[in-house]
């Protein structure tokens, strides 16, 4: 039996068996993450032009009711839930599926790696010769065997491993942008539609109320009934406005929470200022910050590394596996116990990987393309969300210092001027919808702003519900 212990002994402890250590974050590149922005502001943060008249009360959203509101998201007792941005951030990370489903690929990624460094298994089994030989049992015994990989196959293929994790791990930080990014968008465009609903909320009061005035003035025979019918034809428009301006902040707070991940999360009050944070953008510092932190680029960079590992190890192919068995028997004719060692490789002479090694040079040479591909593609649509920036920052500067100011001054003076009886109804009327229209062009481009900023900011990527934005 010594000799049954010393075959298993030579054959198990061979080299390349011992397994190294699954690389973490730290074996992989680290995933990029964008480097602070330092653009000059360039539009002061000032407020919106006071409407006419004190603050009609806003009519109560008929929203669905607060129980629906999962557990944990509304603290007990508070009638007025209120969420940030930072808030909002959070669940979306916690429950968007995205995130879940690009952490399963790094797992499965990091499973590849224990996986291709693994040895062959030992093989065991039963060996019998020359059994009947002068009417005797013959040689009965057992073998063991294992096949050596060698040429450095197993260790190549985990530095192959290792670089598809690092994929993996940009391709979550891809995933990781878009699902804030979307948040960040969704998130203003719940604040514009809070503040189109306080708008036209003020212009139905207001319209009320002129319908109230005209028809004092009507019954003192100071103003005809075309006036009487013009009021109120701006009043109900305007309740039409109001009606649009709940639908929209319906949609848009759905479109946030699905983002989120809590799709049957009720509406809420969200907080923030929709003027804080304003900035100059330049086109060659974004387009800096796109190729030195993009994550889109890292991955494709580490798959042109993945591709060069592939290359080290399609060449090591050809050096052949040894493949080593020991035996030992009872030779039940001479009642000795013999053993026996067997050694055999195959001769790499008619394949020695020619097809494999032309296909991973060609995949690497395939990997370095796209790494410039996708430089010139987000160059393209940089040029794209940088076009909407600049018009939107110039429209929302330019209603700023002029034409907000402008229509509030006009309004001021048409109002005063009606009621000396210097300007007419239709007049104040027209005043009024121009004030009221301008109010609202400037939240469009302030929305606009506000989601060229954060696809600029966020490295272009947005759409992380769409499945035509999968990676792979």
């Not at 019918?229 to 309740?239: D, G, H, P, T, Y």
């Not at 929209?248 to 809590?262: E, F, H, K, N, P």
């Amino acid at each position: 039996m010594r000799f049954v212990a010393l075959a298993i002994l030579v054959l198990v402890v061979l080299p390349e068996l011992v397994l190294g250590q699954l690389p973490g974050d730290s074996a992989a590149r680290p995933i990029v993450q964008p480097a602070q922005q330092t653009f000059v502001p360039a539009m002061p943060a000032t407020s919106a032009p006071a409407l006419l008249g004190p603050r009609p009360a806003v009519e109560s959203l008929r929203l669905p009711p607060a129980e629906t509101i999962p557990p944990g998201l509304v603290a007990p007792g508070d009638a007025h839930p209120q969420l940030t941005l930072a808030d909002l951030e959070g669940m979306a990370l916690a429950n968007n599926p995205v995130l879940v489903r690009a952490g399963a690929r790094v797992e499965a990624a990091r499973g590849q790696w224990v996986q291709v460094g693994l040895p062959p298994n030992p093989t065991a089994g039963y060996s019998a010769a020359e059994i009947g030989d002068s009417g005797r049992a013959g040689q009965q015994g057992g073998f063991v065997g294992q096949e050596v990989v060698t040429g450095g196959k197993l260790r190549l293929n985990r530095a192959v491993a290792t670089q598809e994790i690092r994929v993996a791990q940009q391709e979550m930080a891809v995933e990781r942008f878009r699902v804030l990014n979307d948040v960040r968008i969704a998130y203003y465009a719940v604040l514009i539609a809070q503040r189109r609903i306080d708008i036209t909320a003020e212009l139905v009061g207001i319209g009320q109320r002129s319908v109230n005035v005209v028809e004092q003035f009507v019954q003192r025979e100071e103003a005809s009934r075309v006036d009487l019918l013009q009021a109120r034809v701006e009043s109900n428009s305007a309740r039409i406005l109001l009606e649009n301006a709940r639908n929209d902040y319906l949609a848009t707070w759905r479109r946030l929470s699905a983002v989120i991940g809590i799709p049957q999360m009720s509406p809420v009050t969200l907080t923030g200022d929709l003027q804080a944070g304003l900035v100059d953008i330049l086109f060659e510092s974004a387009m800096q910050q796109l190729l030195v932190a993009s994550p889109e680029l890292a991955a494709a960079r580490a798959n042109v590394d993945r591709a060069s590992q592939a290359i080290l190890r399609a060449r090591a192919e050809p050096y052949p596996n040894v493949d080593m068995q020991g035996l030992i028997q009872h030779d039940n004719a001479s009642s000795y116990d013999i053993a026996g060692v067997q050694f055999g490789l195959p001769i790499p002479v008619l394949n020695r990987n020619q097809g494999g090694i032309r296909r991973a040079q060609a995949e690497w040479a395939a990997a370095q393309s796209d790494v410039r591909r996708l430089e010139l593609e987000l160059q393209q649509r940089l040029a794209t969300v940088y076009q909407r920036y600049a018009n939107s920052r110039q429209q929302v500067e330019t209603y700023t210092k002029q034409i907000l100011p402008d229509a509030q001054s006009s309004l001021e003076l048409v109002t005063n001027g009606y009621r000396q009886g210097e300007f007419g109804y239709l007049m104040l009327l027209t005043a009024q919808r121009t004030f009221f229209q301008t109010n609202l062009a400037y939240l469009e481009s302030l929305g606009q702003l506000r989601e060229a900023m954060v696809e600029i900011d966020g490295l272009l990527l947005t759409g992380s519900l769409a499945s035509d934005n999968r990676l792979r």
